[in-house]
Every structure is written in C-alpha cells, then in structure tokens.
C-alpha cells in the first residue's frame, strides 16, 4: 500500500479525519467511546422527571361512547379479521366460497384478513386503540371465550341487535347458549366450538394404554414424552376434570391442587414440554407420544398420519369456542351482524365445517354436511352427539383478579 | 445496544489557521445528523422513557396504571426471576464461547487459506439468513429428533450418558433440554461471530506472519504472537454482538427447550402478554439491560482492546 503524502492545502483536522479513514475507518468506534456513550445513555436515563407525566389510563372508561356511527347502508363493505385456516378457502387458494356468496346476495364487499395467531398477542395490538376509544379498522373479530370476556368486561365491544340476527337466535346450538360471560349471547356469537381432548401417536406409544390425564402424568413409561398446552384453562381445565372436580365452578382451593398435581409431572421430567400450536409436528414425528391437543387439529393430522389418533376421557372434555365480536367504534356494525347472521344458515355453516374440521355450533347442520361429507357428518368431534355433548364441560369465567393470580400462577409453573 | 451504530465523534476543531475558515457549513453537520438523532428519539429514547415509567407503575388493565414509584417492583421482579436471569447470562455465555471457538477456525481459513472459495464460504455462512429465524430454529426440531439420526447416534456413543450426568440433557433426548437451547443459540447468532472476525483477520498484512517466520517464531507462536492479538478487536466485537442479542432471545428457549431454560426473555414475554403484569414485564427489561450494560463495559475494560471494529 502507497503512503498517502497529505497535501498542504488542507487543514490538521481534515488531515486528521483522512488518516482516521485511511486506517481501514478503524477509530470510528472505540473502547473509550463506546464507554463514554454508554455512560452518556445512563446518564440521560437518570432523567427520570419525565416519568410520572406518563401513565396507562383506565380500560373501562372509553371516551366518546362505544358506537361510532354505522356507515353500513352507505358503505357496502365490511373488515373481518379472523384466526389463520379458519376459513374456507377453493382449490386455488385465493378464494373463500361461502365469503363469495355473502358478497353475491348481499352486495356487501368482505375484506378478509388472516391476523389473529394468538390471543394474548392480538390484545396486545388491539388494546391501545380500544383503550383510547378509537376505531380499530376492523368490523368483525374472532377470539377465544376467555378474551371475549375481557374485552366484554372491559365494555370494549358492542351489543348486538337481535333484530338482525334471526338465523343466529335460532340455530344456536345449546351446549352454547349462555356461557356466563355473555348470558344469552348479548354481544358474541361462536365462530367454531374448540374440544381439548387427549391425542396420541400409536407409534411412539408403543402398546403404552392411554385414557385419562392421569396417565400422562404418571405413567413411567411416558416420561420426558407428554405435552401440555401454553392454554392455562385447557390444561388446568383437563386437570381439574381428571381431579373429579368441574372446571365451570371450582374454587380457588382446587385450582392449587391442579396446579400442585401438573407441578409434580413437571419436576418429574414427565412433561415434556409446554405448547401452543406446535404440538402438532412433535405429535406426528413422535417426539410427543401423547399430549393435550385441540380435536380440530387431530381431525386434520389423522387425514395425513395414520399413527395419530385421540380419545375422550371418561372424566370428560374440555369445549370453549371462538368467539365473533364487533369491537367498539367499527363503522360496519349491521353489516358485520348480517355476516354473523349468514353463518348460521344451515348452508353455509355446513361448507364452513366441511372444511375446517371444527365444532360446529349451528344446530340442523347434519343433513347438508352428509350431502357434502358423510364422514364429517358422522364425526362427534364436529358434530357432536349426545354421548359427546354430556361429557363437554366450559371453563367458567374469572374475575380480573383470578385472572391475573391463576395466569401468574400458571407462568410459574411452565417455567414463568 | 444503539451506541454501537453511533456517528463517530465529531472532528476535533481546526487549529488556528492563518485565515479563519469560511462559516458557511457550520450547519452541515448538524443537519446531516438529523435523521439519525430522530430515529434515535423516535424508536429509542422514548420507548425508552416510556418503558422506564411504566416500570415504577401500580394498578390494574381495569383501573389503569398510575405512576407511584413503586420501585419494589423491581426487587420482586429481581427476587421471583433470578434464576431465569443467571440462566439467560449462562446459557448466552456459553453460546458465545461455543461461537468463538466454531467461528475462529472458520474465519481464519477464510481470510487466509480459503484463496478463491473464499466468497463461496462466505456465502455459505451468511446463506442461512436468507431464511427466517423461526424457520432455522425449527429446522433444529427436525436435526435433534427423538428418533432421528443424531441423537440415535450420539446415544451409540454414550455420549448422551455424559451430558446427562452433567444436567444438559435429560434421559435420551437432546431436545427440550438445555443443551439443544445453547446449540440453538450458538447456530442462530454464530454468523454475527463470525463476520466481525473474518473483517479483524483479514486486515492483517501477509507479510506480518512471513517476518514472524523470518524471526524463527513457530506457526504455534507466530497465531499466539502476532494474529490473535491483531484480531483481538474482532474477537471483542464478535462476542458482544452474539452474548448481547443470546442473553435476551426467547425463541430459542420457546422452541428447543422445557420449563426449566426458561430465559429471562420468556419471562418477560409471558409477563407482558399473558400475565398482563407490565410493570414486572418493564422492570424485567430494564434489569436485562442494565446487567447487560454492566458485563459489557466490564469486559470492554478488561478486554485490552482500544478498537471496537
């Protein structure tokens, strides 16, 4: 390499900043620097005085009321934000049959996103703007018992008009009715019913009898190889059940104990681990013998692994369901509860199920799913029968400080 | 850590010329700095601000939080999660130590043996990036399977007897055991090792190591001597840009481990989101960040290197 001749024109300090360039831009950062800005960040953090101007605003106290004006009769169109695969979908992936056919008699416009993935995580996105008593830009939402009933407690959603909802007030399914959340259905209506029952692959078992939740957490031979779900009232709700108690009105005292007898499989090194959606690949692979699983998920792993299969406990089964709302300040209201309204016509909720695998929650919906599927048709996990129906129990509803005890409580015991 | 893609420091002023220099870009600077200063603001500072009060906060998502100085908080936070913390420091450290000591064989034969596969290999390190990191780390579901290859074999070899012995695994398994969490780590975060020691390395004048070998120094001496040291900025650079994003990744412990390697990145994650305790979730992040500030400036200090890149 040639020595750069500095050329006199120039001034020391451009002189200076060439060489610093010159050594390969090296003395751009050094130790001293790097230290000197990490005690300047420090230093400008002690600035705590701008702090208490800060503050997160009471939930409950939406400013402005909750309705926004309903542009439903001008505005032919509607923001549905739903779970991924929640949906029909036709062999080429870009179109949603019972969506078009809304569109088609009705003339209402459905822009249909797939942005709901997690509970927790869609609140976290939702929140801020709920709170502030602002729109969200969505019409239509899909969520789970537990969160419907936060966001209902919270007053964050709005109270359907019946009016509007003939085909949903009748057909409703029973087992659904009044969940003491939202009794008589006031402001929800179920998208699909979720059964928790217990899945296993026939493989891993190996000849190892599976039939209640006690096996998963006291069989030695299963050790290091069950799973639980990420889901506090699915896998305390299993629990309780297999305990002998009713997961739609236990006490505090037998929450502990649930928690005392998964504590015990846990430091056993007999759960495996803790899962959200992802049980489904450690199932199939074999990794899992046997676990907690959703039984819309099992219906569609057996179509494509013959080893994975799943069992009712006689203690009973745990249903929740997913749930549509109507968020505060959404500028479609009527013609979200038309859409509600649309699903629960018989039709189009057995196309609906025909697809997703799911517990359908419209009554009367057997002779048109035979027509598409007789296999769904006849399944108990999609529609379930009566045997089926008395062995289902709901979680019942927590106050907001049994909420955020339990949840820590459960944190704790899959490791916070 | 934002202070690291910092501007450098301004130019010395000139000294006293014989003309006073023309004013007329006095501003320049200033201006040219702008954008930088407002993401900082923007994406740092105030999150920042507004992570720091809610950390001091009491109260309820229906009450609301107001800010009380409950300053408690983050000795409860500290009390309950410790254990989680000093995992997080240990697991990350060794993911480090594991980076460096895969990394620098590699980077070394890059910078001087690789001749012309030189950015064919570097293609390869950085290759997997083009995928996104959930992706990478499932992959590792799939490599440490119960029933697959690697673990049948590593239990051939009573390897998985050692391991066990020792706590990283548990019975014959390698996933969800803190071992699969440290192999996660050290795989997603070692092309960040690597990187800053191939660009140290390759700086070094050839001719250095011929007058090493002219000297009568041993190839033993001449790396001991004269390379590790001329790499020693690489070397402290590419250890804190793996141990700094390894001590606060959950993914990996999420994905490839079990209740007992939880990190302190799941714990605030489960915290802010299912707990719903903000507070705890905030105070969490800022004991993360400034235990993070702590060993950095510490091993900055120790490290004897005066440049960073």
Redesign the interface.
Known sequence: MEQYEPDDRLSPAQVAAMRRSLRNGRAALTRRSLLRASAGGALALGGLGSLSACGIPAAGKTAGGTSAEDHSAQEKKIAFSNWTEYMDVDDSGKHHPTLDAFTKRTGIKVTYTEDINDNNEFFGKIKPQLAAGQDTGRDLIVLTDWLAARLIRLGWVQKLDPANLPHAFANLSGQFRSPDWDPGRAYSYPWQGISTVIAFNKKALDGVEVTSVSDLLDNPKLKGRVGFLTEMRDTVGMTLLDLGKDPASFTADDYDAAIARLQKGVDRGQIRRFTGNDYTSDLTKGDLAACLAWAGDVVQLKADSPDVDFIVPDSGYLTSSDNLLVPNKARHKTNAERLIDYYYEPQAAAELAAYINYVCPVDGVKPYLAKIDADAANNPLIIPDKAMQAKSHAFRSLSAKEETAFEAQFAKLTGA | MS??T?A??P?????P?KKP?RRRGRWTPYWLLLPGLLWLVVFF?LP???Q???S??T?????????T?HFATYWNALG??WP?ALRSVLYAAAATILCLLLGYPLAYLIAFRAGRWRNLIMILVIAPFFTSFLIRT?AW??IL???GPVVGALNTLHVLDVTDWLGWT??D?V??TPLAVVCGLTYNFLPFMILPLYTSLE?IDGRLHEAAGDLYARPSTTFRKVTFPLSM?GVVSGTLLTFIPASGDYVNAE?L??????MIG??IQ?????????PTAAALSFILMAAI?LM??FY??R?G?????
């Open positions: 202070t690291l910092e450098p420091p130019l010395t002023p000139a000294a010329a220099p500072a920042m601000i507004y720091a009060s809610t001091v906060q109260g309820s998502l229906e009450q609301g939080y107001k800010v100085w309950d999660y989680q499932l579901k799939t399977a119960d029933g548990a019975g398994r996933l969800a700086r900025p994905l481990g079990s209740t007992d390697t939880r799941n714990v489960t915290q802010f989101l299912r707990v719903l305790d903000y500030l950095v400036t900055i200090r490290s290197t005066e440049d960073l890149v």
